[in-house]
């Protein structure tokens, strides 16, 4: 990986860590790969962490659902999880396809420069 990559990434991946929205298992998978840098285990956890990614990013179809759910209504409330949804929408109709919260954010980010990473 290019040294301007691999700072880029190593400063999303902080950042993701400090995501109020991050998932505890793309933390883990984050400290993991962190930790791996620069020794035989770097090529595996730098796999893993993007596997993680992967399965933690929200694509829009999924957070639409969530939140117009009985589930999402019951983890937002009512009234917050009709607007995660309107908002969804909207993000949807502009042409994304993934959530804007921090975490999904960053993931994307890193995501971008997955080839680049392996």
């Not at 993701?16 to 793309?26: F, K, R």
């Not at 990614?53 to 969530?66: N, T």
């Not at 908002?87 to 994307?108: F, M, N, R, S, T």
Request: proline share 3%; with cysteine.
């Amino acid at each position: 990986m290019e040294k301007n990559v691999r700072e880029l990434i190593e400063a999303k991946t902080r950042e993701l860590i400090e995501a109020p929205t991050c998932s505890s298992e793309t933390k883990e998978a984050a400290v993991r790969w962190l930790e791996a840098l620069g020794t035989d285990r770097e090529k595996a956890e730098t796999e893993s962490y993007i596997s993680e990614l992967e399965e933690d990013i929200m694509p829009i179809e999924q957070l639409i659902a969530f939140a117009g759910s009985e589930a999402g209504k019951s983890y937002f409330g009512a009234d917050t999880a009709a607007g995660i949804e309107a908002h969804a929408k909207e993000i949807k109709a502009a042409g994304g396809k993934y959530c804007d919260c921090p975490a999904c954010l960053l993931v994307k980010e890193i995501l971008d420069h997955k080839d680049e990473m392996l």
